[in-house]
């Protein structure tokens, strides 16, 4: 039987590689799961939560703050612009980055401001505090 191999990259270092059962990932069409024999692919990600599920059932999941997929020959490569598990997250400072960038959406004011940069920030942010609070914590 053939065997579907992960390997996610961050910016900082290679963060994963091995043999799973599935992967679902936040296309920025939309969610989608890759499993043994898929199809060839190339799409970008979202801003987001991957999950990883290995063959003996347990699932993994990450936040993820975009990045692209390659799926070719059972063999899956994420390049991630961010991961962290839900542990890895600090409450606060997602808090804290989510009221900046509605502060800054908020004033229209500063010619400078580059409104799709501050957009992302607010997804970043309030992606992870929604992560935490699925994976994590019912009362964040």
Known sequence: MAELKLEIITPAKP???GVIKSVTV???AGSFQVLVNHAPLLSTLDIGVVKVEFQDGKKTYYSVGGGSIEVDKNNV???VDSLESPEDIDVERA???ADR???RLADRSDKMLDVQRAENALRR???RLQFVEK???REV
Do not use: D, S, V, W
């Open 101 to 103: 960038a509605k502060k």
């Open 135 to 137: 994976y994590i914590r």
């Open 15 to 17: 963060f994963y590689k």
């Open 77 to 79: 490569l994420i390049l």
């Open 95 to 97: 808090k804290n980055a």
């Open 26 to 28: 936040p296309g920025t």
């Open 125 to 127: 942010a309030l992606n």
